[in-house]
């Protein structure tokens, strides 16, 4: 296996390529406020939505504490936990994790990793986070109106979502649905730029089958999200004109509260089939980059080149097109024909095939790597247990049969948790430890980030173990309090409280996260350019951080694949993307 | 290169290398901009596409009250269809160097896009003033929907069209305005497809329902 150099006789001439049209801002505002340069509207997207995050962590404590003891807080009422319960699962989803994957490290990473010098659209890219910021401001001003913001789920079902007597169905809701129908036209903006710039945008030498995973992840996940929100905005606007307007798209005539209501004919069905035509994918859309971005930290911190790297991009890809044929698995209790349901356990099964052979290649790369278990390291590996135990309940939830009993139960919220809240949370923690140093020039405190670590991985676990063993005995999801019920033991409210305990020390301990990023980046260690050793362009670029154009008077020239680590024969364990076959210097004794 | 050989080769082998090295790196943003009209237009197409699927969904319902059908969208659809062959024009002129021509065909698409919406909303108050107006049937919720979205999107087709318009006057880069004048060609062409398409199945006829019959699902 002699990777280290092809004949370097056959070079190719350098082509022209035409040198992109920068902006080139003067003044304060036009760097660090309207910018235009993908690594400023990535932290800026960054910091939105984990400021945003922070507030649905509060929220998520507001639950537990009322969970764990009931009747105690006189400023918990049955609305308000609905409102908790709902505005928690909708803001983690979409304003913090799709946001953050997709906005925060898609801008960061897809220019500087592919070798451009920006997102081809800068202009766009600006107006894609404004408008993503006005939908979190809208976001945070339902919780202002009278009647506070929608209480309905996060699933926004009708009718009961526009119907008096669930909170916010007046003004939250449709703060809401703007809110949404808002972030998705941001998001159109940002994900065609991110999709044409992986595209058009490659440096020289940058075929797709070079491009790290990281790219991998983000752009399929990309362009799931866009074919997948104009289902949540279709559905939006519909809902919207049913509450505003009186259609009945999804509103059935009903009586409520005593009184006939103004609907007639609409189909809530109909609604539920939307929504997961998008909800699916969406669980895709942020699993997709923490798969990619999970791959180049275990590949760089072990050493070693990604195992199956054709296989991992194929499973990307399959998962990506199958994740559009599993949306009812959602609606097995809506009623549906029982032979959709044979055809959706079917294919949500097959989806385990390259979800497996993923794991598998993780695993495959850490044996007999060169194991460096620095805190993203350990943040991937936790991503890799977590992920496993959230993908096995998964088998048990897609099958029709075990699904039913289990429905609504604490299972599912132990089970979604695992494998879309914690594992991809790990990703970004892991994510944010390896990419600081580029993004500041500092590193971020070692110790520090070993103890958030543990605190998060091992609460994590602390919190949704027992949530299972809730689930299997029969305690229902978005419930505000159990009462009067007797097949739910007494150690269940125990087990509650326990997890609340768990919940808030887990919570708490983030602010060692967010302390860490503020003092590192006045005190952190200097980090150099390229602290991790990686090959991938990022760590290549002149300047740390990258500057206004990312590389400098030239582009770099791109002449192997991104994992060239370990490699038999070269003197040291990484060959950058951009260094020739002719410049790797081979050690005295090959092997 | 298609995309399934690209996803088929093998990075990291030596031979593989000196092809991949070959690669030329990124194209011009004329490209770009082409590429991206296409992802956008793939984007918009699946919108208009769930909007038929939810129709035909709700179609399948007994309780199905079909909406009356407009005599108007006839004279809409031969309006849209001659902005369409105005912008087509606009293109065969700027490609032959007739900028006057091109101004003409520009402008005329223009004209004939703006008096399709106004005729839409012509529709609009039609079905609004007849008998069988019911806000709670879906038929009538759905044409409103659909016709209101699809002219959203000609309205956003406008604006890029101002953009052009207002560069053909004076001096200007032949290359780019021949750029600006295809995307908008291509951008209208589809907008036409998509309105013949929803005319034709939905609100002409009971076409989605003969079709939906033919395939089985009703």
């Not at chain 1, 107006?127 to 926004?156: D, E, M, N, R």
């Not at chain 1, 939250?172 to 994900?191: D, E, H, K, P, Y």
């Amino acid at each position: 296996m002699d990777y280290v150099a092809h004949d370097a006789s056959a070079y190719a001439p350098p082509a022209e390529v035409e040198e992109m049209e920068l902006y080139h801002p003067k003044t304060f505002v036009g760097k660090y406020i309207w910018s235009q340069d993908a690594k400023i509207i990535a932290v800026q997207y960054a910091v939105t939505a984990i400021g945003i995050g922070l507030v649905a962590l509060v929220l998520s404590w507001l639950m537990r504490l009322q969970l764990a003891f009931p009747n105690s807080f006189s400023f918990i009422d049955p609305s308000n936990y609905l409102q908790f319960v709902t505005q928690h699962g909708m803001i983690m989803v979409i304003y913090l994790l799709t946001a953050l994957f997709l906005g925060g490290f898609g801008n960061y990473l897809i220019p500087l990793m592919v070798g451009a010098r920006d997102m081809v659209f800068p202009y766009v890219n600006m107006v894609s986070y404004w408008v993503y910021l006005s939908a979190v401001l809208l976001l945070i001003a339902s919780f202002f109106v009278p009647g506070g913001p929608t209480g309905a789920g996060w699933t926004l079902y009708p009718p009961q979502a526009i119907l008096q007597g669930t909170p916010g169905a007046t003004w939250g809701i449709i703060l809401m649905l703007v809110s949404l129908a808002l972030f998705i036209v941001g998001f159109t903006m940002g994900g065609l730029n991110y999709v044409v710039t992986v595209l058009q945008a490659r440096t020289r030498g940058m075929t797709l089958m070079r491009m790290p995973l990281t790219i991998w992840g983000i752009f399929t996940a990309t362009i799931l999200a866009l074919l997948a929100f104009p289902a949540l905005l279709v559905s939006a606007i519909m809902m919207l004109l049913d509450a505003t307007l009186g259609t009945s798209f999804f509103m059935p005539a009903i009586v409520s509260m005593g009184q006939q209501g103004g609907h007639a004919g609409g189909s809530p069905v109909l609604f539920q089939h939307l929504f997961w035509f998008f909800g699916h994918p969406e669980v895709y859309i942020v699993a997709l980059p923490a798969f990619g971005i999970v791959s180049d930290l275990i590949s760089v911190h072990a050493r070693k080149n990604i195992f199956g790297y054709r296989m991992m991009v194929w499973a990307i890809v399959a998962i990506g097109g199958l994740s559009f044929v599993v949306w009812a698995h959602h609606m097995y209790v809506s009623g549906m024909n029982p032979y959709f349901g044979f055809f959706f356990a079917t294919t949500t099964l097959i989806i385990a095939v390259p979800t497996a052979i993923k794991v598998y290649n993780w695993i495959l790369t850490l044996w007999h790597g060169n194991i460096r278990l620095t805190v993203p390291m350990m943040f991937a590996i936790g991503f890799i247990f977590t992920f496993i135990n959230g993908g096995l309940t998964g088998l048990f939830l897609g099958n029709v049969t075990v699904d039913v009993p289990l429905s609504d139960t604490m299972f599912v919220v132990a089970h979604f948790h695992m494998v879309m809240a914690i594992a991809p949370i790990l990703v970004v923690f892991g994510a944010i430890y390896h990419w600081y140093p580029k993004i500041t020039g500092r590193m971020l405190n070692d110790s520090l980030g070993k103890i958030h670590f543990w605190v998060t991985f091992v609460g994590s676990y602390a919190i949704y173990y027992p949530m299972h063993y809730l689930g299997f005995a029969g305690v229902p999801r978005r419930y505000y309090a159990i009462e009067g019920t007797n097949f739910i033991p007494e150690s269940a409210q125990s087990l509650n409280v326990a997890i609340t305990v768990a919940a808030l020390i887990v919570g708490a301990f983030q602010v060692v996260f967010l302390y860490n990023l503020l003092w590192s980046y006045f005190r952190g260690k200097p980090s150099g350019g390229n602290p991790w050793n990686a090959t991938t362009l990022e760590w290549q670029t002149p300047d740390t951080p990258p500057k206004h154009g990312n590389f400098g008077a030239t582009l770099p020239v791109v002449y192997r694949w991104a994992y060239d680590y370990s490699v038999p024969g070269a003197e040291q364990d990484f060959i950058p993307q951009n260094v020739p076959p002719g410049e790797v210097t081979r050690s005295s004794a090959r092997t | 290169m298609s995309m399934f050989h690209q996803l088929m080769v093998k990075p990291w082998v030596t031979d593989q290398g000196k092809i991949d090295d070959l690669y030329a790196g990124g194209a011009s943003s004329g490209l770009a901009k082409k590429l991206a009209l296409k992802v956008f237009l793939a984007v918009v197409a699946v919108l208009f596409m769930l909007l038929v699927i939810a129709y035909g969904g709700r179609m399948a319902y007994e309780d199905w009250r079909p909406a009356p059908q407009l005599r108007l969208l006839w004279a809409n659809t031969f309006v849209l269809i001659l902005s369409s062959v105005a912008l087509q024009w606009a293109q065969y002129s700027v490609r032959r160097g007739q900028m006057d021509a091109m101004r003409v065909g520009l402008l005329a698409a223009g004209a004939f896009t703006v008096v399709f919406l106004f005729g839409q909303v012509l529709a609009w108050r039609q079905l609004g003033a007849m008998v069988y107006f019911d806000v709670t049937n879906p038929a009538i919720g759905f044409f409103y929907l659909i016709t209101g979205v699809h002219g959203l999107h000609l309205m956003g087709g406008l604006v890029a069209w101002g953009r052009t318009v207002a560069k053909v006057w004076g001096d200007f880069d032949v290359t780019k305005i021949r750029q600006s004048v295809e995307l908008c060609t291509v951008y209208w062409h589809f907008l036409l497809l998509v309105w013949l398409v929803l005319f034709g199945l939905l609100f002409t006829g009971n076409n989605l329902d003969l079709l939906l019959k033919l395939c089985g699902i009703r």
